[in-house]
């Protein structure tokens, strides 16, 4: 399945459900690992586990694969490996503390990059 359309997917199973601040950022110049992380808001844990349910029953009914799922037990922050998309579901605290949204969407540049701006 192409990225667009597994990130149409996975952001429609977000907003089924009603997460909050859902963001999308391309990280395919920062990391080979994954091409996209979504960070979304849950109001508690069994929401964030609700989602996170969501996000995986529509990928597979649209073909797409689920790597594995993180942190259901406690709901604080469950994610879910997509592979080319990594979703992170996070309630307002933990997403306030971990600020994902900046660790990722101002990536500092490499030092290779650095230097040869000199």
Known sequence: MDIPALQKIVVQALEDIKARDIEVIDTARHTPLFDRIVIASADSGRQTRALAHNVQDKVKSAGGEVLSTEGEESGEWVLVDLGSIVVHIMQP??????????????????PRSAAAGR
């Open 93 to 110: 605290a933990v997403r306030s503390y971990y600020k994902l949204e900046e660790l990722w969407g101002h990536a500092p540049a490499s």
